[in-house]
């Protein structure tokens, strides 16, 4: 059974709930205030609770929440141009949060919103969160109908997202947990070996935003085809992309067809033991290394480079890029369903 408990109030007095899904010695806390991850406790070779997802203790944290540790991110994660988005030649104008762009969904994306609840499963071990986005809420168009269902079992975190709209608009939904697999607050992730099973990636212009291109990764520092350290090449100075992001925030587009759900990603923790593989059948993936964190969080200071991301997505700025849109479109048709799956799936070694 899912446990549940009061984990604290919004500012305007409305309760957030954590819900804790129990796997053997291992334990995820899910709240329905932006469907965040708000701990994942995986235990490592000595059979320790190692929490790997960076967070905060409170509700104040998570309304602030700059950087959206854990959050559920919607209607469309990364970045879209100018807030540009066009439908069958009528274009609507997002909200510009980030250097005049459009990021994550805008100014109140869903990783604001509290979402309704339900348990299922024949041991009511998963968990479910609903909620609506209204037509032009953000500027996007449609009415839409979103659910998001957690399942923890065998080590494996699934998150299922699905959503409908009454009229046609653009849906991205991801994840945006930082992880750091020796714990969170345990130092930086430099020395974490990741593979990323990409020949691509999408590079972008000072503004981290791409326009329709793709990079090889031989002889980059975003060759991650080899398990290598995240720190090896983090600020090669000679690469513009590592520059414009001050280290690693790019998108990878993953070898394997959209909609294959398949094996794209594989980090350890250079002490733990743990190993996280990611596994989605999108057609992208943003490697994130917290290069802008800077804040307190559940068991001390988070500086830089405390954690990574892993965001399964469409590739950025797709609704402009007809390049990008071809290997996975954003763009969802009126009564169309958009389902879409993400797993991170912990192992001991």
């Not at 274009?91 to 994550?104: A, K, P, S």
């Not at 168009?141 to 979103?146: S, T, V």
């Not at 797709?318 to 369903?337: D, S, W």
Request: aromatic share 10%.
């Amino acid at each position: 059974m899912i446990q549940t408990r009061v984990f604290g109030k919004t500012s305007d007095g409305r309760d957030v709930l954590a819900f804790t899904i129990k796997d053997g010695q291992n334990e995820a806390t899910i709240l329905n205030l932006g469907g965040i991850i708000q701990s994942l406790r995986i235990a490592d070779a000595s059979g320790n609770p190692v929490d790997v997802v960076l967070g905060y203790d409170d509700v104040e944290g998570y309304e602030k929440n700059e950087g959206y540790l854990g959050a559920l991110i919607g209607r469309v994660g990364n970045r879209i141009e100018k807030g540009r988005l066009v439908i069958d030649g009528e274009t609507y104008n997002l909200y510009c949060n980030d250097r005049g762009n459009h990021l994550h969904g805008g100014k109140v994306g869903f990783d604001k919103k509290i979402w309704a609840h339900v348990f299922e499963g024949p041991k009511g071990n998963i968990l479910s969160l609903s909620s609506t986005s209204a037509d032009m809420e953000e500027n996007y168009p449609g009415n839409m109908r979103m659910q998001v269902t957690y399942t923890f079992e065998n080590g494996e975190l699934k998150i299922d997202y699905a959503a409908m709209a009454d009229k046609k608009t653009a849906v991205n939904m991801t994840n945006h947990a930082y992880f750091n697999l020796d714990g969170e607050g345990s130092g930086n992730v430099l020395d974490t070996l990741l593979w990323i099973d990409a020949d691509r990636v999408t590079p972008a212009d000072e503004d981290l935003i791409p326009h329709g291109e793709f990079k090889n990764v031989e002889k980059t520092p975003f060759d991650f085809r080899k398990p290598r350290r995240i720190g090896e090449r983090i600020y090669d100075p000679d690469d513009p992309d590592i520059r414009f992001g001050n280290g690693y925030d790019i998108n990878f587009v993953c070898n394997k067809s959209m909609g294959e759900y398949a094996k794209i990603a594989e980090a350890e923790g250079s002490r733990s033991g743990i190993v996280m593989e990611v596994y989605t059948d999108k057609p992208a993936v943003q490697l994130y290394t917290g290069n802008g964190l800077n804040q307190k969080g559940k068991s001390g200071y988070y500086n830089r480079n405390y954690g990574f991301c892993l965001e399964t997505q469409f590739i950025p700025n797709a609704v402009n890029c007809p390049a990008y849109a071809a290997l996975g479109n954003p763009i969802l048709e009126r009564n169309q369903i958009y389902h879409y799956t993400t797993a991170y799936k912990f192992i001991i070694r």
